[in-house]
């Protein structure tokens, strides 16, 4: 695999944009603006179709077409299980990047039937807020990233 630093379409970022190949297969991750894209998702194909299909309406609004790849980027929703999710919130004009992380249940939120069986959850009403070019801070605070 080969991984080498590319100019982000949407921001235009150099240094934390990235391009990953393995044999023939390509995907692309900007750590500036969120967005990643592969390339599978050349524009009217079946993978691209599904993707959209999918995808949230504020997902498809803010897409993407990346002219010189000729394939389309979508912001990022980031699950790492325990660790929480990054995601995309707001409207097509107004919208910024969430961290939602896990959060241990009380003993009285377990005796909830909701939560039947379950010990952790993902604390959606508590999630932190980031600018659209601030992605990299939110892993950073998820803690999967220390540097780029």
């Not at 999918?54 to 980031?78: Q, V, Y």
Request: net charge negative.
């Amino acid at each position: 695999m080969a991984e080498i630093n590319i100019t982000c379409p949407n921001c235009f970022d150099t240094k934390q944009c990235f391009e990953e190949t393995a044999m023939e297969f390509k995907s692309y991750m900007c750590f500036h603006c969120g967005y990643s894209s592969n390339s599978l998702y050349v524009e009217g194909s079946d993978d691209l179709k599904r993707v959209e299909e999918a995808s949230t309406e504020l997902a498809r609004e803010i897409s993407l077409l990346d002219f010189d790849r000729k394939i389309k980027w979508f912001p990022t929703i980031l699950n790492m299980g325990k660790m929480g999710v990054i995601y995309p919130e707001g409207t097509k004009n107004n919208w910024m990047w969430k961290l939602a992380e896990v959060r241990k249940l009380t003993p009285e939120e377990q005796k909830e039937p909701k939560y039947e069986g379950h010990e952790h959850m993902l604390d959606i009403g508590n999630a932190k807020s980031y600018g659209q070019y601030e992605f990299l801070d939110a892993c950073k605070e998820m803690g999967i990233v220390k540097d780029l």
